[in-house]
DNA sequence: TCTGGGGTCCTAGGACCC
DNA sequence: TCTGGGGTCCTAGGACCC
């Protein structure tokens, strides 16, 4: 077997970049949902010690030093780029399985009469010059492998690699050194926990793990290590994933811009995450069996008062409407909640989801169903944006709503913010 | 003042069945 | 001292991914 990972070079920076060329060169950083913790840093950022995920109001000195730019996520922006980035990848194998909003694996099998490193730098260049972003590439016998050769390819740990690491290149003493050369959480799987765990044992490097017995380590860990381990040696256990799986449950969250603690306000954001995550059921064509609504305060303030409860709702038949589900969700809020404490994120969880196909309506499903409703609401949703059409329990000026002070336009999916040249 | 969101897989343990 | 054997289903919790 034969793998390609493509990742694009921190993605939502470079994204950003395209439209705004005065970011090249600065510090940038991408900021999460609420302005919150930066999730995507440029290389000058990275460079001054931004940490992934470090929240934002604790780099403001930093920022203020050496003018680094923060802007909030734009996923309407990033969802749109990524489409155009997976299409272009796409003509460059039969196989692609898109593994997340800014990388993709390619299957290579059949390639074997092809420079594989030309093909890829090939990719690179189609890439960067139809679309704009900077990706880097790794191949390899696996995809465990191929992630790692993408880490080497980005890192820049082979001289003269320019952006494209083939691991097929290297005779094993060159990959021995190298592996010598990589920690062992650099791997795919092996998290801070796993780390922390093979490194007591001695097994600190992608080499040693890769020597180590599979057997013992798959009673002192899991299966999943074994795996690891295999694939480390070049023997594939996990295929390509062509067809994206529908969803086995579809959650729908957010922290709210400041805390609340009025049960009206909170049963509106409820009531907007029901809308959001019962699209997406109908979407892939799923009903949900159960329910969950969770609301807490937040973990990061001791200082206040905490609460955090969850309540599961089995629906009496599957469903995937909106107005029933959102019935289903406020009740289930009104038992969890209690008027005394700041709530900072509320969601729910749609669950036991199984094909709307099988689903088996009761006498009254006709009647008491919403279908022909639903339909009408997602078309129009579909053509004039998100929330055109909803419930009046979603709420009109949702005062608990996101912050995002910092939001570059819709430039690629909205009339009004198109750039423009002048 | 301010700390993201959305998923998957694996294991252990309890309830329950015949 | 010793109390069957084999299985399923469900839930909670932990670890991982981006």
Redesign the pocket.
């Known amino acids: 077997m034969s793998f390609a990972l493509v ?1 694009g070079n921190n ?1 939502y920076v470079s994204c950003e970049r395209v439209f705004n060329p005065r970011l090249e060169g600065r510090p940038v950083v991408v ?7 930066a ?1 995507s840093r440029s290389n000058e950022a990275k460079a001054l010690g931004v940490k ?7 780099m ?1 000195d930093l920022a203020r030093k050496h003018g680094i730019l923060a802007l909030s996520s734009n996923y309407a922006l990033y969802g749109d780029m990524s489409q155009r980035m997976m299409s272009v990848l796409g003509q460059f194998s039969p196989e692609q399985e898109i ?5 993709c694996f390619l299957g290579m099998d059949g390639f074997s009469h092809f420079d594989l490193v030309a093909h890829a730098q090939a990719m690179r260049h189609q890439v960067r010059q139809w679309i704009g972003i900077p990706v880097c590439v790794g191949l390899a016998e696996t995809k465990t492998l191929a ?1 790692l050769a993408n880490h080497v390819a980005k890192k820049g740990l082979i001289p003269e690699s320019d952006g494209v690491c083939d691991f097929g290149r290297l005779s094993a003493t060159e990959r021995t050194t190298l592996f010598e050369s990589i920690p062992v ?1 650099e ?11 093979l490194t007591h044992r001695g097994i600190g490097t992608v080499e040693s793990l890769r020597r180590a017995d599979p057997k013992v380590l ?1 009673r002192e ?4 290590m074994e ?1 690891i381990i295999a694939e480390l040696n070049g023997e594939a256990c996990v295929d390509m994933e062509e067809v994206t ?12 811009g ?2 609340v603690s009025d049960l009206a306000s909170l049963s509106e954001a409820v009531a907007s ?1 029901v809308a ?2 019962a699209a ?1 059921l109908r979407r892939q064509e799923s009903l949900a069996g ?1 329910l969950q609504v969770f609301i807490r305060t ?1 973990p ?2 001791q200082d206040l008062p905490q609460h955090a409860q969850a309540v ?1 709702i ?1 629906l009496p038949t599957p469903s995937d409407d909106t107005l029933l589900l959102t019935r289903a969700a406020l009740w289930g809020l009104r038992r969890i909640y209690r008027p005394e404490f ?1 709530y ?2 509320a ?1 729910v ?1 749609l ?2 989801l199984l094909p709307a196909t099988v689903g088996q309506p009761d006498l009254f499903h006709a009647v008491r169903n919403n279908d022909a409703l639903m339909q009408v609401v997602d078309r129009i949703n579909a053509t004039w944006g998100r929330g055109t059409l909803k419930s009046a329990a979603e709420g009109i000026g949702k005062p608990w709503g ?1 912050k995002r002070e910092r939001m570059s336009p819709r430039w690629t999916t909205n009339w009004t913010e198109i750039p423009v040249a002048k």
């Open positions: 990742d993605f900021l999460s949902n609420n302005d919150g913790c999730v992934m995920g470090a929240p934002w109001f604790q403001k593994y997340s909003i800014d990388e992630k959480g791997i795919w799987g092996v998290g801070p926990q796993l780390t922390k765990q798959r860990f899991s299966v999943t795996r799986p529908v969803r086995q449950q579809i959650l729908s969250s957010r922290s709210f400041s805390y995450y959001i995550a997406k159960r937040s990061f303030r599961t089995p700041e900072q994120k969601g969880m669950m036991h996101m």
